[in-house]
T-cell receptor, first 115, second 113 residues
Framework: QQPVQSPQAVILREGEDAVINCSSS?????VHWYRQKHGEAPVFLMI?????EQKGHEKISASFNEKKQQSSLYLTASQLSYSGTYFC????????????????FGQGTILTVHP | DAEITQSPRHKITETGRQVTLACHQT?????MFWYRQDLGHGLRLIHY???????NKGEVSDGYSVSRSNTEDLPLTLESAASSQTSVYFC????????????FGNGTRLTVT
């Protein structure tokens, strides 16, 4: 099943902060975050792995709550360049407790930053 | 630089025709994936491959097929195009490790009339 992202859309002014959430009904091995500009391909932002937390770049970071099967993406002091659609992608734990390869993506969160 | 390229970028076809979308990567990745993107659904997995001669069905595989005869290419074939297959198609590749990101191609916009 697809992970569920919230909110579906966010509108900000430059300098404001935002949080995007990603929830799964299955135990997760890892969570990926990607950003897609209009008409372009998704671009990788960061990975969060089971048992660890990895910070991304610029002023974008994320957390991974294994118990709740949730991840949150934090965008601080937003810039115009942050506008786009953000996707989380999840790898679930298989019966052996590991995972391999394929990602299942959420439906996306549209972020718009105004001057 | 390594890259992943899709062709064509835009395609218009008629219902019932067979269509093949090309995907070629120079990353030397074993993992390759095809996703379709539709408004409100995000990216949905069609087929994927973990290496030569390996193919697997994703969540929306009906009406699509793939074959993997070498590491670099994973063509996606629509056997008999339907209007419901109008979409943007993305190919992606990754290393075969649990923490490897996906590298996406620029997409193919397919319209079935």
């Amino acid at each position: 099943q697809q992970p569920v992202q919230s909110p579906q859309a966010v509108i900000l002014r430059e300098g404001e902060d935002a949080v995007i959430n990603c929830s799964s009904s299955k135990a997760l091995y890892s969570v990926h975050w990607y950003r897609q500009k209009h008409g372009e391909a998704p671009v990788f932002l960061m990975i969060l792995l089971k048992g660890g937390e990895q910070k991304g770049h610029e002023k974008i970071s994320a957390s991974f709550n294994e118990k709740k099967q949730q991840s949150s993406l934090y965008l601080t002091a937003s810039q115009l360049s942050y506008s786009g659609t953000y996707f989380c992608g999840t790898r679930v734990l298989d019966a052996g407790g590991t995972s391999y390869g394929k990602l299942t993506f959420g439906q996306g969160t549209i972020l718009t930053v105004h001057p | 630089d390594a890259e992943i390229t899709q062709s064509p970028r835009h395609k218009i076809t008629e219902t019932g025709r067979q269509v093949t979308l090309a995907c070629h990567q120079t990353w030397n990745h074993n993992n390759m994936f095809w996703y379709r993107q539709d408004l409100g659904h995000g990216l949905r997995l069609i087929h994927y491959s973990y290496g030569v001669q390996d193919t697997n069905k994703g969540e929306v595989s009906d009406g699509y097929s793939v074959s993997r005869s070498n590491t670099e290419d994973l063509p996606l074939t629509l056997e008999s195009a339907a209007s419901s297959q109008t979409s943007v198609y993305f190919c992606a590749s990754s290393r075969e490790s649990y923490n490897s990101p996906l590298h996406f191609g620029n997409g193919t916009r397919l319209t079935v009339t």
